[in-house]
Nanobody
Framework: QVQLVESGGGLVQPGGSLRLSCAAS????????MGWYRQAPGKQRELVAS???????NYADSVKGRFTISKDNAKNTVYLQMNSLKPEDTAVYYC??????????????WGQGTQVTVSS
């Protein structure tokens, strides 16, 4: 019914920048929440940043001042601008969205993940 497709990951040097995108498609009535999570090897998945339908944002302390989450409602797309990247930002980044589908039921969806590697 609904798909989340991520893009924008890759290899970047410390101090560099990347921009992740996550586009939702399918039988979407509205989107209540979109967020980015990440999971590094051997660690639990953690919330990096989120944005609500009212554009309220939330960030993990470790990324405040470096990452910015934004969205384009017309495109059902959320972005994560990542600046001043550090090696500890290396992880698989996952997009998550709470979506009300055309059947008026709300579900949580996940993207397939995109690898971000910060290394010299």
């Amino acid at each position: 019914q609904v798909q989340l497709v991520e893009s924008g990951g890759g290899l970047v040097q410390p101090g560099g920048s990347l921009r992740l995108s996550c586009a939702a498609s399918g039988r979407i009535f509205s989107i209540n929440f979109m967020g980015w999570y990440r999971q590094a090897p051997g660690k639990q998945r953690e919330l990096v940043a989120s944005i609500t339908s009212g554009s309220t944002t939330n960030y993990a302390d470790s990324v405040k001042g470096r990452f910015t989450i934004s969205k384009d409602n017309a495109k059902n797309t959320v972005y994560l601008q990542m600046n001043s990247l550090k090696p500890e930002d290396t992880a698989v980044y996952y997009c998550n969205a709470d979506i009300i589908v055309t059947t008026s039921r709300e579900y949580s969806y996940w993207g397939q993940g995109t690898q971000v590697t910060v290394s010299s």
